[in-house]
Nanobody
Framework: QLQLVESGGGLVQPGGSLRLSCATSGFTLDDYAIGWFRQAPGKESEGVSCISSSGDSTNYADSAKGRFTISRDNAKNTVYLQMNSLKPEDTAVYYC????????????????????WGQGTQVTVSS
């Protein structure tokens, strides 16, 4: 059974850092691109970042560029999102998701391209 479990969220002050993890099981992580999305209260889901199945290509939303870094450790079946210089507007529930098709690059981060989702982890940036 395909499963994704996010962790690493929490309360952090502006300017702080968090590393989110997406632990996967039930499928061959090596074959699939993984995306990170977030949804703030009252707002639509936003694609934050994506990493290709090989890890060779990544993509970031403008809001994340220069501050967030996505990476993957296929041996540990885990994908990470390192978030630095956090801002109050980064407050949201963060989700990881598996691309619907195998061996895809990350030329875009669209909700419709991704299938199975985790339950999310809350990130709150506040002083």
């Amino acid at each position: 059974q395909l499963q994704l479990v996010e962790s690493g969220g929490g309360l952090v002050q502006p300017g702080g850092s968090l590393r989110l993890s997406c632990a996967t099981s039930g499928f061959t992580l090596d074959d699939y691109a993984i995306g990170w999305f977030r949804q703030a209260p009252g707002k639509e889901s936003e694609g934050v970042s994506c990493i290709s199945s090989s890890g060779d290509s990544t993509n970031y939303a403008d809001s994340a560029k220069g501050r967030f870094t996505i990476s993957r450790d296929n041996a540990k079946n885990t994908v990470y999102l390192q978030m630095n210089s956090l801002k109050p507007e980064d407050t949201a529930v963060y989700y990881c998701a598996v691309h619907r098709r195998p061996v895809q690059p990350c030329v875009r981060i669209l909700h419709a391209d991704f299938g199975s989702w985790g339950q999310g982890t809350q990130v709150t940036v506040s002083s």
